[in-house]
């Protein structure tokens, strides 16, 4: 079969979905928003209490206002909870979102001093309104301010929800009509593929282009990252719904059916909205936003750290390297990333610069001549592996995860995507340095298919089962089990 490639999607994709490094969705923007929000009119509270000298107060006096701080805060949290059909909670509306904190803070602002000033005197309602009086101005204030960032941030595509459709003609029609009524909130429809005669599914359907077949979407998602896939299919049409999705479900995005002509009957409650539009779930991908930004946050500190500790050994198995013999210290390969782009990772040279493998293509055996007499210690000893924290450093890969294998990765005549049919999956995360698989002792070369079938299966169990915890465990257990050395050559 001929492999897509980036020539064969239509050009001028840059200008709906510009390329950037740092992007947020509108879930998570609209998170920062209020969680930002409640912060500032906390710290004014604090502030108020300090000015008032709070420290010297007797614990049950301070307990009083800080509870009634808290209870404040959740009401506030609750009075503001914007309505799901408007992903970015009004923000993308100039003003409103301003006016609508002024009106709330006019109303509250004479109901909590009120009660205050009869239950407690002058002298406690002047303390809260020294609080509260600069917290609903920075309050209106923020939201000014994010009001007339939001187009900004949409416009330079730092602001966005990115959107494909799988399946188009009549069935696609109703939902690309919802999603480009979403433009202003930061919803992009890239473009949507079908594999239906341009009779039946148009080259352009609401203005969106059809940029190829259904089984072209993983490697269009390589070349233009994006967060969502909608299934545009009647529910009755299982047996296309099912053939879709065994095309598309290892990738790490959200994919959701969009109901067409639905005879069944669902609840509000049941449905997942994006503005107007009515989904239900299909696939979730692994990790959420929030925890992307954990597992991120993780990863850029302790690889920071390790570096800082481990450098002057980088630096003495790098003199060891040239010394041993001719060519570069680092060896350079191509490997699978995350959504299977290719990355080029870092390595100590182990072989022989004139009969360096590339491809990875003939595994290195026990006493495989090719290995240099320092490259032997390092591989027992996994320390060739070490280079790869600037991986970590750059965003490429992760302290934990499956580990990278060569871009169409094989032994021999034994191809690894052929022999596991899942094995796509295992790039719905970022590659690691170490993972769940290696702390069971699944390193080294794969010789048979159920080595790579074994292996495979603990990757998705890792993907499954992800947590912070899980991380800092496999990175403990990591040190024993290389330590060992058991499969290592």
Not at 145 to 151: G, I, M
Not at 208 to 234: C, E, N, S, W
Not at 424 to 451: C, F, N, S, W
Request: aromatic fraction near 6%; include cysteine.
């Amino acid at each position: 079969m001929r492999q897509t490639r980036r020539s064969d999607f239509l050009p001028g994709l840059a200008a709906v979905a510009p390329p950037t490094r740092l992007r947020l969705g509108p879930a998570l923007f609209l998170q920062i928003a209020r969680r930002g929000e409640v912060a500032l009119i906390l710290t004014c509270l604090i502030g108020a209490w300090l000015w008032a000298g709070i420290l010297h107060w007797p614990l049950w006096q301070g307990g009083i206002w800080a509870l009634a701080a808290l209870a404040g805060l959740r009401l506030w949290h609750r009075v503001t909870r914007p309505d799901p059909v408007q992903l970015l909670g009004g923000y993308d509306q100039r003003g409103q979102a301003a006016r609508h904190a002024g009106r709330l803070w006019l109303i509250l602002l004479p109901l909590i001093l009120g009660p205050v000033h009869a239950a407690l005197g002058a002298q406690a309602t002047a303390l809260a309104a020294t609080g509260l009086l600069p917290a609903a101005l920075l309050s209106v204030l923020w939201r000014h301010v994010l009001s007339a960032l939001v187009p900004r941030l949409i416009r330079r595509g730092m602001l966005s929800l990115r959107v494909v459709v799988a399946g188009g003609g009549n069935e696609a029609r109703t939902t690309l009509a919802q999603l480009n009524r979403l433009r202003r909130q930061g919803v992009q429809v890239l473009g949507l593929f079908d594999d239906r005669e341009p009779a039946r599914s148009p080259p352009v359907q609401e203005g969106v282009a059809k940029l190829g077949r259904i089984a072209d979407m993983p490697a269009y998602l390589q070349h233009t990252p994006f967060d969502l896939a909608i299934v545009t299919m009647p529910p009755s049409a299982e047996a296309r719904i099912a053939d879709i999705l065994a095309q598309l479900w290892a990738m790490p995005v959200d994919i959701r059916l969009a109901p067409v002509r639905s005879t069944l009957i669902y609840r509000p409650q049941t449905y997942r909205w994006l503005g107007e539009v009515a989904l239900l779930d299909l696939f979730e991908r692994p990790l959420r936003a929030r925890d992307a930004a954990l597992k991120r946050s993780f990863d850029l500190c302790l690889a920071a750290l390790i570096l800082m500790l481990i450098a002057p050994a980088l630096g003495l198995i790098a003199l060891a390297i040239r010394l041993d013999s001719p060519g570069p210290v680092f060896f350079r390969q191509a490997r699978d990333g995350y959504a299977s782009r290719p990355f080029k990772v870092w390595k100590f040279r182990t072989l022989h610069h004139d009969r360096s493998d590339h491809g990875a293509v003939v595994p290195v055996t026990a006493g495989d001549a090719r290995v240099t007499r320092v490259g032997r210690f390092l591989r027992r000893s996994s320390l060739d592996e070490l280079p790869q924290l600037f991986n970590v450093i750059e965003g490429s890969m992760s302290l934990v995860g499956p580990r990278p294998h060569a871009v169409g990765a094989r032994n021999r005549d034994m191809e690894f995507s052929a022999v596991v049919r899942s094995y796509a999956a295992r790039h719905r995360v970022k590659p690691g340095i170490t993972g769940l698989a290696q702390v069971q002792g699944l390193r080294g070369p794969v010789q048979t298919p159920e080595q790579i079938r074994r292996r495979v299966a603990l990757d998705l169990e890792y993907i499954d089962r992800w947590s912070l915890w899980l991380d800092l465990r496999l990175l403990v257990l990591t040190l024993p089990s290389v330590l060992q050395g058991e499969n290592a050559v």
